[in-house]
């Protein structure tokens, strides 16, 4: 089974600062399999990011998804403040499905 | 527009058994795999299984095998997601969510509000 770790654990940044996160995956992700998820508190997940760059219907250009093989960034290019959240990346392409263990992005 | 909406919180003793219920509204019910993932107060996402309402079919996590049931009944746009022997780290918020496209599609674009299960003696 594959393991996704998500670095860093805690981003602490300033509204207008850029946000990069990552997600490694144990192994190869078959087809860039891989989506990335925002969670505000008390809210339901968001999907922002699916096939590893594809944007979700409605999610600004200011998020964006990049990589291959086993490693992936969901770039924030300028943080708003309802971008302060925990995301989540999730690897999918097969019956299973497994989820990282989430980075939180906190005002600095 | 897509809804799913989940039944409510429930408390449950250790050892029982919780059925959560989610029903879905705003696309045709049997034309997308629906998934069930739960969150522990303060931890991550993990995902347990899904349904082909299409289909019936199941697939569920290892962790979960032997434990959990997801059902559903096309005639109402439900699906069902049963979890049993019940143990307190089983406390948790129990989500639907539909996945976008076909089989192996499980990018999950619309969510259920996630009914809070609380296992206590």
């Known amino acids: 089974e594959i393991v996704l770790t998500q670095s860093p654990g805690t981003l602490s940044l300033s509204p207008g600062e850029r946000a990069t996160l990552s997600c490694r995956a144990s192994e190869s992700v078959y087809g860039n399999y891989l989506a990335w998820y925002q969670q505000r508190p008390g809210q339901v997940p968001r999907l922002l990011i699916y096939?590893?760059?594809r944007r979700a219907t409605g999610i600004p250009d200011r998020f964006s998804g990049s990589g291959s093989g086993t490693d992936f960034t969901l770039t924030i290019s300028r943080l708003e403040p309802e971008d302060f959240a925990i995301y989540y990346c999730q690897i999918y392409g097969s019956s299973r499905s497994t989820f990282g263990q989430g980075t939180k992005v906190e005002i600095k | 527009q897509v809804q799913l909406v989940q039944s409510g919180a429930e408390v449950k003793k250790p050892g029982a058994s919780v059925k959560v219920s989610c029903k879905a509204s705003?696309?045709?019910?049997?034309?997308?795999?629906i998934h069930w993932v739960r969150q522990a107060p303060g931890q991550g996402l993990e995902w347990m299984g899904w349904i082909n309402p299409h289909s019936g079919g199941t697939y569920y996590a290892q962790k979960f095998q032997g434990r959990v049931t997801i059902t559903r009944d096309t005639s109402i746009n439900t699906a069902f997601m049963e979890l049993s022997s019940l143990r307190s780290d089983d406390t948790a918020v129990y989500y639907c969510?539909?996945?976008?496209?076909?089989?192996?599609?499980?990018?999950?674009?619309?969510w259920g509000q996630g009914p809070l299960v609380t296992v206590s003696s």
């Open positions: 705003g696309y045709t019910f049997i034309d997308y795999y």
């Open positions: 096939d590893a760059s």
């Open positions: 969510a539909r996945a976008g496209g076909g089989f192996g599609e499980f990018f999950f674009d619309y």
